[in-house]
């Protein structure tokens, strides 16, 4: 009995330690790195690569170029004597000038994918074009040595079934492994500054380097030709949460080096810029974080309107959209925000943060992420004080100050307007109260605003001070009472949308 019981220990501590060293292998093969797969994929189940059969299996993308200077003819006659007649595409956003010359029987295509009323469709649709399983995107003036190439391209992309595509280095270039994030609720994209050592996934290769996947991959992008490619590519990527790998071991030929002089280097600068641009307006950024920390943004400014229309119902388009204020709007009310507070300020007028934008100084020191004006109670006699708020009160027309920002009388009742620019209506609300028997009021209300109600005159006396848009503004004494009072209990800890709906 006392051997049955030493044997079932036993044999219980080798099941466990036999789990342990499953899991432990298990776990090694899951982390290994893709650094040779042709080593460990028998050359045996691939299927062999010649000129061929080489174009039903792969096509060809050439996407990232200029039309001043360019090497698309050498590329091109360098591919199909490595790979035969594969398929190859060239692809431009507009009617290429100076043309390339292209030999009509090279089955090399030149794809225009600007709008053409004289064509149809299809015809600019290259995705439709594609017959083979694989598409290999490469720089211009990119060579290959032999077809073997592909075949070791494909067995590295096919060694983890989570990868979705293969970046592959050109000779003598170095990639580097970085890491971004792109947060489309709030409109921006930041990229990390540190490089990623020995990364399982590459979110973002920096290098010249060519790019293999599935066609259906590619398909499956919103926008899969746009440039600056393969920024483009990997933004989109990491949006839909797929896998990238850097393949170490196989390279891309050089032809010749291209952007050589100032001058080409400068235009191919500008070029880059603006396809960015063009593309951050596309898929809706406004913002984008350098390593740097520093900023840049791609929506409105004092001179272009606001990226949003007329509000319906206190609710902006951009929330039917899942998305919250774009951060160059909110930049723009913030600027038109201070300048406010430093004029009442300089005038002696008595003021105090109103609304949702004493909710947001409460709750995060800043507007609400998702709202488009600001709020400021004043009291009406003080208006006589101040020669922004006398002009704005009583002149027909609207008063520009000497920083450019509009004072007006709001069109919609009795209260104040100053607007970002004449052109960008970006603002700031001035309600005047007035004290009654104690109580503050106005002569206009807001029927939908729930909100937008008389209170005591001791919730401003006195005024305290609140940190909102990085200074210090007045507000009500005793603010999270204030605020319920005119909100709702709970008001501060449960944040909602204008339709009362929870954020997402």
């Known amino acids: 009995m006392a051997f049955s019981r030493k044997l079932c220990r036993r044999k ?21 790195p893709d650094e040779n797969p042709s080593d460990v994929i028998h050359q ?15 096509s060809i993308i050439l996407l990232d170029f200029e039309d001043f200077d360019n090497a698309l003819v050498k590329t091109t006659d360098a591919l199909h004597s490595v790979l035969g007649r594969v398929p190859i595409f060239i692809v431009s956003n507009h009617l290429m000038y100076p043309p390339v010359e292209i030999d009509p029987d090279s089955n090399v295509r030149i794809i225009n994918l600007e709008a053409d009323l004289t064509s149809n469709y299809s015809s600019g649709d290259v995705s439709h074009l594609i017959r083979t399983e694989f598409v290999l995107i490469l720089p211009d003036a990119s060579s290959l040595e032999s077809a073997n190439q592909i075949k070791s391209f494909i067995a590295f992309l096919n060694f983890k079934k989570a990868t979705k595509a293969v970046a592959i280095p050109q ?22 500054k540190d490089y990623l050592r020995n990364p399982v996934n590459c979110p973002l290769v920096k290098g010249t380097h060519g790019l293999l996947m599935r066609t259906q991959t590619l398909q499956s992008l919103p926008l899969p030709f746009m440039r600056p490619f393969p920024l483009t590519f990997y933004v989109q990527a990491k949006v839909k949460g797929w896998k990238i790998r850097v393949m170490k071991s196989g390279r891309i030929g050089v032809i010749s080096k291209l952007y050589t002089d100032p001058h080409s280097k400068w235009k191919r600068k500008t070029s880059e810029a603006d396809h960015l641009k063009t593309f951050y307006k596309s898929v ?33 388009e951009y929330l039917y959209r899942g998305r919250w204020t774009p951060p160059c709007c909110l930049k723009g009310l913030r600027e038109t925000a201070v300048h406010v507070f430093s004029v009442l300020e300089k005038c002696d007028v008595r003021y105090w943060l109103e609304g949702g934008s004493l909710l947001g100084a409460v709750r ?62 970006l603002h700031v609300d001035i309600f005047p109260f007035y004290s009654k028997n104690g109580v503050m009021t106005k002569d206009s209300w807001f029927a939908t605003h729930r909100q937008d109600v008389e209170f005591s005159e001791k919730f401003l006396k006195p005024l305290t001070k609140i940190n909102f848009t990085g200074t210090l503004v007045s507000a009500p004494n005793n603010v999270k009472k204030f605020l319920e009072y005119k909100f709702g209990e709970g008001v501060v800890e449960n944040p909602r949308y204008p339709n009362l709906k929870r954020p997402v």
């Open 12 to 32: 219980g501590i080798c099941s466990i330690l036999l789990t342990m060293l499953i899991m432990f292998f298990f776990y090694l093969f899951k982390t290994l």
């Open 44 to 58: 045996s189940n691939i299927k062999a690569f010649n000129k061929e059969n080489m174009p039903e299996t792969i």
């Open 171 to 192: 000779v003598d270039e170095s990639l580097y492994c970085t890491n971004f994030s792109v947060d489309l609720k709030r409109w921006s994209i930041t990229y990390g």
């Open 284 to 316: 809706g950024i406004r913002q984008e974080t350098l390593p740097s920390g520093i900023s840049q943004y791609y929506g409105c400014d004092r001179h272009t309107p606001r990226c949003f229309g007329t509000v319906v119902k206190d609710m902006p």
């Open 364 to 425: 995060l020191g800043d507007i609400i992420p998702w709202d488009y004006d600001v709020d400021i109670g004043i009291y009406k006699e003080d208006i006589v004080k101040c020669r922004h708020l006398r002009h704005a009160s009583e002149g027909s027309e609207p008063f520009v100050d000497d920083q450019d920002f509009l004072w007006e009388r709001a069109s919609e009742g009795d209260f104040l307007r100053v607007q970002y620019s004449e052109i960008n209506h």
